[in-house]
């Protein structure tokens, strides 16, 4: 119901020609590092998911990304969902529960190939009651990532997910991202999650991102569900604004 990553470098290839904008979308995988101080990225896309005979459109979700330090970034991810049930003739439609985050580096040195951060998200229950878990909860992730050469890395989360109920959701992610050239990128990434540390939902997604300029990226992904019924398609945009010059 989220997230929303990412390229010529993807996913968390931070490295591969040292491009300016580091996103975290098209993919599920959370990148490995934050965005530059005092810009402004504005992450927006429309994805469609039908899931065991439930539609689910989200137009736009957009998350807002602000550098407020060297190390620390400030997130809010809004978005507005339109559910429908098979056969079902009335859609439920209105804003989703509202998400303030901050994501954190942790370990990021020159010359060393390998990234670390963590996000945290706060869900705070704004949307109607049709649409809203009616619960505080927090979504959480660790976020690893490698250069394996300068057309290729490696990035992967671990995470746990709180929703109000239940024991809660671990997650996972890892995804590969190529450089097919210094605009265009793709990726492939299994992912998925343990439902009250459970039930098992293993999905995988693929994608293209373009880079238009340093500051503006597009991407297109699509998704499939492996042990249940599931598929998804999205496609977007990445901006970053940076701090005006004096």
Not at 187 to 210: I, M, Q, R, W
């Amino acid at each position: 119901m989220k997230r929303i990553l990412f390229i010529v470098f993807i996913c968390c290839s931070q490295f591969i020609y040292s491009q300016t904008i580091v996103t975290d979308r098209p993919d599920q995988t959370e990148a490995s590092s934050i965005i530059p101080l005092n810009s402004l990225q504005i992450e927006a896309g429309v994805l469609f998911q039908k899931t065991e005979g439930i539609q689910q459109d989200f137009y736009p979700t957009i998350l807002w990304r602000y550098g407020i330090s060297e190390i620390f970034e400030f997130r809010l991810l809004t978005q507005y969902e339109n559910n429908s049930i098979n056969g079902a003739s009335q859609n439920i439609g209105g804003l989703s529960d509202l998400e303030i985050g901050t994501k954190v580096q942790l370990f990021k040195k020159e010359n060393v190939n390998t990234e670390i951060a963590f996000l945290s998200h706060l869900i705070i229950p704004t949307a109607k009651n049709e649409l809203t878990n009616d619960q505080l909860g927090t979504i959480n992730k660790l976020s690893v990532s490698h250069a394996i050469s300068k057309s290729a890395s490696i990035g992967y989360n671990v995470g746990y997910n709180y929703f109000g109920y239940g024991s809660g959701n671990l997650t996972y992610s890892a995804a590969l991202g190529f450089s097919l050239s210094e605009k265009i990128g793709f990726y492939v990434e299994p992912y998925g999650e343990f439902v009250d540390f459970n039930k098992h939902l293993a999905s995988f997604d693929s994608g293209f991102t373009y880079l238009v300029n340093n500051n503006l990226q597009l991407d297109v992904s699509y998704g499939v569900g492996l042990n249940y019924q599931m598929n998804y398609f999205s496609t977007g945009f990445s901006w970053n604004i940076p701090k005006k010059k004096k």
